[in-house]
């Protein structure tokens, strides 16, 4: 009995685990549902990177962080991890990575949506 209550545990734990390995949450924005960092700050997607690609680097994302995955981070469903120029990783939906802002102030701000023609809130489904 003692063995089957064990493996019952393990196996909640895994399943535990692997929900909240989800890097983003969901949050409801003046626009609609969009995607967020574990703080609440709108996530952003570049028009320049191709899928699994980022193309913003340097000073490009000093302005614009990315949304980093541990080194040991593994794709799951509709979220994968992409390589960046530098050697780190960091996490994209739908093939496209996803970033934060500097300018946005706290949880909520979308200050970075339509900057150059080129950025966008990630909405969520």
């Given at each position: 009995?003692?063995?089957?209550?064990?493996?019952?545990?393990?196996?909640?734990?895994?399943?535990?685990?692997?929900?909240?390995?989800?890097?983003?949450?969901?949050?409801?924005?003046?626009?609609?549902?969009?995607?967020?960092?574990?703080n609440g700050m709108t996530?952003?997607?570049?028009?320049?990177?191709?899928?699994?690609?980022?193309?913003?680097?340097?000073?490009?994302?000093?302005?614009?962080?990315?949304?980093?995955?541990?080194?040991?981070?593994?794709?799951?469903?509709?979220?994968?991890?992409?390589?960046?120029?530098?050697?780190?990783?960091m996490w994209a939906y739908?093939?496209?990575?996803?970033?934060?802002?500097?300018?946005?102030?706290?949880?909520?701000?979308?200050?970075?949506?339509?900057?150059?023609?080129?950025?966008?809130?990630?909405?969520?489904?």
């Amino acid at each position: 009995m003692k063995t089957i209550s064990s493996a019952l545990a393990v196996l909640f734990l895994t399943g535990a685990a692997a929900f909240a390995a989800e890097p983003a949450k969901v949050a409801e924005g003046a626009g609609g549902k969009m995607y967020t960092d574990a703080n609440g700050m709108t996530l952003y997607t570049y028009d320049k990177d191709s899928a699994g690609k980022s193309a913003c680097n340097g000073d490009c994302a000093v302005n614009w962080p990315p949304l980093m995955a541990a080194a040991d981070a593994k794709d799951e469903g509709e979220w994968t991890v992409v390589a960046r120029d530098d050697g780190s990783k960091m996490w994209a939906y739908e093939g496209k990575p996803l970033y934060t802002f500097v300018q946005d102030q706290k949880a909520g701000d979308v200050t970075g949506d339509g900057k150059g023609g080129v950025w966008h809130v990630a909405k969520a489904d």
